[in-house]
């Protein structure tokens, strides 16, 4: 009888302590699914995935070779700038002539002389790491504050992603550059920063034209925050400021400026593509195809303007009036409305 009690004695506390991993593990694992699925652990997996990226960046760098495409061009068209040639029509590299606006010349003037004159590629390599993890961050932060995405997205789209490390850190492309501008410029306007949203967002303009294809969308939340005259000011603060960094350029050849880094009808060569890289050589550049693209883009806009974007609480044309005028006083807008 009594071998019996201590038998159950020692079973007692074995089940107990068996018990408890048992749950200690359930908990981890529901913790674990947790993290990887709810939006509100954006902030600490994001944390963990930069970390990761510094050694994964570091072995890119480091063990991948390098490729040569366009930095060598910018660094002999920002030297052109350095040597006192303002007229841009006279600037240029070794893929051609500068067709980037000022703000890049004076972003890579300042890697120019950061990299030895641009001699220094290991250097250039190291600061484009930063400046990828920072992009990082700022991607990751806008996604925070959407509160939808799963946190186990991310990894697709920085440690898994070939590419990514490759337009940053073995291209040197001034893609990156514009891109961390304008995803500061949406946290700033996340934030209600509108103005300092504004100067970012026209910043990134003038490092790569591509960023004005978010234009319209901006376009729109200005005119449904402060009405047509509200929006008036932060609009002029995006085109005063490509004025002011233009300006010596402005001042020697404005023609020849305009042209060159806001050229619209400039045609882009079938071996840089890739989206398109299944299409014949002869259709890709033909001017028929590149007027359907323009075409399919602006009818999807005035699609999106007209069924879409007005369905937030007021159309297209009320817009434009005096924001006292309005029958529902404006409500700032939410992160999700501005994303």
């Known amino acids: 009888m009594a071998a019996g009690l201590r ?3 020692r079973g007692g506390p074995l089940a107990r302590t068996a018990g408890s991993c048992g749950q200690w593990l359930r908990r981890a694992w529901q913790e674990r699914r947790l993290l990887l699925l709810e939006p509100r652990y954006t ?3 994001a944390a963990c995935l930069c970390l990761a990226e510094v050694g994964i960046t570091f072995w ?12 060598k061009a910018y660094m002999a068209q920002v030297e052109g700038v350095i040597n006192g040639t303002y007229d841009y029509t006279q600037l240029q590299g070794d893929t051609g002539p500068l067709v980037y606006p000022a703000g890049f010349v004076y972003i890579f003037m300042g890697l120019y002389y950061a990299t030895g004159r641009g001699t220094d590629i290991r250097m250039a390599q190291h600061i484009f790491a930063v400046l990828y993890l920072a992009t990082l961050l700022l991607v990751f932060l806008i996604y925070h504050q959407t509160c939808k995405v799963p946190p186990f997205v991310f990894f697709f789209m920085c440690c898994a992603s070939y590419r990514v490390h490759s337009i940053f850190v073995l291209r040197l492309f001034n893609d990156p550059v514009a891109m961390a501008l304008l995803f500061l410029s949406i946290n700033l306007l996340l934030a209600q920063r509108w103005g300092w949203g504004c100067c970012c967002f026209s910043l990134a303009v003038s490092v790569k034209m591509n960023v004005l294809l978010f234009a319209p969308g901006l376009l729109f939340l200005l005119l449904m925050q402060f009405g047509f005259r509200g929006a008036l000011p932060k609009l002029g603060i995006c085109a005063v400021l490509q004025v002011v960094l233009g300006l ?3 001042l020697e050849n404005p023609i020849g400026y305009l042209s060159r880094s806001f050229d619209l009808g400039r045609q882009f060569l079938f071996r840089w593509t890739v989206n398109w890289r299944f299409l014949p050589e002869a259709l890709f550049l033909h001017r028929a195809f590149h007027l359907a693209l323009l075409a399919a883009h602006l009818t999807l806009l005035l699609l999106f303007a007209l069924c879409k974007w007005h369905r937030t609480g007021e159309s297209i044309l009320s817009l434009l009036k005096d924001p006292s005028k309005r029958k529902v006083p404006p409500q700032p807008l939410t992160p999700n409305h501005i994303l």
């Open 7 to 9: 038998k159950r004695g």
């Open 43 to 45: 902030l600490l997996v």
């Open 60 to 71: 890119v760098i480091h063990r991948v070779a390098y490729t040569e495409i366009d930095w």
């Open 248 to 250: 010596p350029f402005l």
